[in-house]
């Protein structure tokens, strides 16, 4: 019943967007497991682990465009939400090494042992269990972000304000996550993986199965922007972007819809951030860098802001581009990065898929509006 009404919610981008998605998730983890290295028809290790890194990136991009596409708060912080929960999941992996570390200590990760720690800190117990991992995933960015945005939206924070707070955020955390005395590993952060659920993080076979459960998060992220944004919930939210006092003055809590599609995007964020971690094998607080978030929002502007499968399909493009563009021309890239933006902006408002779309009605508008002009033109000459 749920999914019959989740479906049914679902408009023709939406339908291909799951439907390519699916066939990628096959045709990838097929290719890999069923074929062997020498075989035209193989997709190599590398070739997954990267695509499942712009899936995540995607589910990422997703958590942005629920609240700047529809909600006109213009985050320039979900890097954190983003590398919380890839801390979370890369403290659940470090518990996992074990004595196999370079140390051999059974309980303490290695830059522990370095640093003369002589016990674990408190807040790493329990990440040696995995479903307590899962939930800190989401409780972790959810949690700083329902803190956040209470302050921010009980304020009427709003516009280029809040984005420079949640900037100023997102850079305050990497300042500290940087410090040795935090317990997260300083600047090398945690790395060195070794498994995951009991299975080796490096075999082909889990490598797969973390594509797959990326592509999975994505299509249910997906799915549960499209249930809200297509809901009475989510005309509310169309409404605060475009007409805020306004929509105050019509009754509306502005700040609790603010509040909900906040958080729950901090959430999202922080399991693309979970599923990012094992599949690049090191998170850092390099991913605090206020610039990934503007990063993240340039994917939305690329693809198209509002409209979900666009945001998506800007992640992927652009990431593809970064990693052809920053192996054949590095010292350009962020220069190409960042004129794309300008381009977009000035040129193309509404992004790849907002283009797509007006062509597609003009070319409908145009299929219409002939036969009506040679009915009326025949009409015009029997009159004569």
């Known amino acids: 019943m749920i999914t019959r009404a989740l479906y049914e919610r679902l408009d023709a981008k939406g339908k291909i967007f799951l439907a390519v998605l699916f066939l990628a998730a096959l045709v990838v983890s097929v290719g890999n497991l069923a074929f062997p290295p020498d075989s035209a028809l193989h997709v190599p290790t590398y070739i997954v682990s990267l695509l499942g890194k712009y899936l995540t990136y995607a589910l ?33 992996l470090m518990r996992q090494i074990g004595s196999r570390g370079v140390y051999g200590h059974p309980v303490l990760p290695d830059f522990m042992v370095f640093l ?72 090398n952060g945690l790395t060195d993986f070794k498994e995951i659920i009991g299975f080796d993080i490096q ?40 007409a805020e006092s306004r929509t105050r003055f019509l009754g509306f809590r502005v700040e609790r819809y603010k509040l909900f599609v906040w958080t729950l995007s901090a959430c999202m964020a922080g399991v693309a951030g979970a599923l990012y971690v094992p599949q690049v094998g090191i998170i850092n607080p ?57 381009v977009v902006t000035l040129f193309l408002p509404k992004g790849i898929l907002g283009l797509m779309s007006s062509r597609r009605r003009r070319r409908d508008k145009s299929d219409d509006d002939g036969p009506a002009a040679v009915k009326h033109q025949t009409a015009s000459q029997e009159a004569d």
């Open 60 to 92: 990422l991009a997703l958590s942005v465009d629920l609240v700047w596409g529809y909600c006109g708060v213009l985050s320039l912080g979900h890097a954190a939400f983003f590398a919380l929960g890839g801390y979370a999941m890369g403290m659940y």
């Open 116 to 187: 003369n720690y002589q016990e674990l800190p408190w807040f790493w117990y329990g990440f040696d269990m995995f479903w307590f991992a899962c939930v800190m995933v989401v409780v972790a960015p959810g949690l700083l972000a329902f803190i956040f945005g209470w302050f921010a939206f009980r304020s009427r924070v709003t516009g280029v304000y809040l984005s420079i707070i949640s900037q100023a955020m997102t850079f305050a955390l990497l300042l500290s996550f940087f410090r040795n005395d935090m317990g997260f590993g300083g600047n």
């Open 203 to 242: 075999s082909d076979g889990t490598r797969v199965g973390l594509f797959l459960a990326s592509a999975i998060a994505l299509a249910a992220g997906y799915l549960l922007c499209r249930a809200i944004v297509t809901s009475r919930f989510g005309k509310v939210l169309v409404g605060v972007r475009d």
């Open 286 to 342: 390099g991913e605090f860098a206020p610039a990934n978030s503007i990063e993240v929002v340039i994917w939305v502007a690329v693809g198209g802001r509002g409209s979900l499968v666009g945001a998506a399909l800007g992640a992927v493009l652009v990431n593809a581009g970064k990693t052809y563009f920053t192996g054949a021309i590095p010292e350009f890239w962020l220069f190409a990065l960042g004129g794309l933006f300008v």
